[in-house]
Nanobody
Framework: QVQLTESGGRLVQAGGPLRLPCAAP????????MAWFRQAPGKEREFVTT????????YYADSVKGRFTISKDNAKNTLYLQMNNLKPEDTAVYYC???????????????WGQGTQVTVSS
């Protein structure tokens, strides 16, 4: 398993941008496919985006397509989620996850961070 630490979550106004980093110091980042999930109050954890081990391919949930971008810096052992044009419905705890193969199912990832809260005000 990989120890993952998200940061960067905060209160932001609707329409604004926010970037979330997820760090895994001391690990071979390129060994892992990575993903972002989120969980809003009273809702199940949902898939946001995933990228491959090399970071050269990504897949997005329809709800964030065109607004969010996942990127993976293997040299810095850091995953990023760039979020633009944020909406109140993006309010959630955001989690990064690591696994062997990029997938939309949370069960396919065996390492998770503790989460970071993103709140979007209208």
């Amino acid at each position: 398993q990989v120890q993952l630490t998200e940061s960067g979550g905060r209160l932001v106004q609707a329409g604004g941008p926010l970037r979330l980093p997820c760090a895994a110091p001391g690990r071979t980042f390129s060994d892992y496919a990575m993903a972002w999930f989120r969980q809003a109050p009273g809702k199940e954890r949902e898939f946001v985006t995933t990228t491959t081990r090399t970071g050269d391919s990504a897949y997005y949930a329809d709800s964030v397509k065109g607004r969010f971008t996942i990127s993976k810096d293997n040299a810095k052992n850091t995953l990023y989620l760039q979020m633009n044009n944020l909406k109140p419905e993006d309010t959630a705890v955001y989690y990064c996850a690591a696994g062997r193969i990029a997938n939309t199912a949370a069960s396919r990832y065996d390492s998770w961070g503790q989460g970071t809260q993103v709140t979007v005000s209208s």
